[in-house]
């Protein structure tokens, strides 16, 4: 777990180099993506109480698997997502026939067992979280990566959550998704325009601006037409 800025956390998992989040406030923390299954969920949650025991809320940054089939042992709780949030049965057979293919049986057996939760609460273009003390806001910049893609700004701390808007190294280039890659550059522009200090991406370690920068020209230099 790495604190990035005071009570916020980019916390890094192992199976597919996921990074998830912690936002704590004075009354309720906010928990940002969780992994692949209830195993690995389960876990998450165990090291998040190491940190705090208040209540939490949870918001998926978009709606592949890694970032929200671990939900389950989280609940009850409101959990948040944008509202073009869908569910895709055909990606969890897909990812179990995967694991059992790659020989992890566990891996398989503990995503067909997983209860997967679906958003209580969804907005269209912003809306903040008050975690007591401490505000959080929650963004959609049109499709990108996904059509639900979910931007979390932590504005006392100039932090941002930015789901696999961006990853680190550079597998973006390898992962454009299901959204809409001709709008994907404009996306990290409105990201960069919060003027982040920090930037947690879906996978793998915290960056800075300047690397976000550098994975927007990437996606320009792919698609010209994005410019």
């Known amino acids: ?24 406030g004075d009354e309720q923390c906010l928990v940002i993506d969780t992994p692949g299954d209830h195993v690995q969920g389960a876990a998450l949650a165990d090291k998040i109480m190491t940190v705090t ?27 948040w997502a944008n509202e073009n949030f869908r569910f895709d049965p055909e990606e969890r057979m897909t990812w179990v026939q995967r694991y059992l293919d ?10 067909e067992e997983s209860e997967l939760v679906t958003p209580t609460r969804t ?53 454009f998704g299901d959204g809409d890659v001709t709008r994907w550059p404009a996306a990290l522009e409105a990201l960069l325009a919060l003027d982040p200090v920090v930037v947690v991406p ?11 920068a550098g994975q927007r020209e990437v996606l320009i230099a792919g698609w010209p037409s994005a410019r």
């Open 1 to 24: 777990m790495i604190e990035v800025a005071d009570g916020v956390y980019a916390i890094r998992h192992e199976e597919l180099d996921l990074t998830t989040g912690l936002v704590v």
């Open 53 to 79: 025991d208040k209540p939490w809320q949870v918001v998926y940054t978009h709606n592949h698997f890694d970032h929200w089939y671990g939900t389950g042992p989280f609940m009850p709780c409101e959990v």
């Open 102 to 111: 790659d020989g992890k049986p566990g891996l398989a057996t503990a995503m």
């Open 123 to 175: 907005f269209t273009a912003e809306a903040e979280i008050d975690l007591g003390g401490r505000k959080v806001v929650l963004r959609h910049f049109g499709p990108a990566h996904s059509f639900c893609d979910t931007v979390i700004e932590v504005p006392d701390t100039r932090s941002v959550f930015a789901g696999d808007l961006v990853e680190h190294p550079h597998y973006i280039e390898d992962s």
């Open 202 to 212: 879906g996978h793998g370690d915290p960056v800075d601006a300047e690397f976000v």
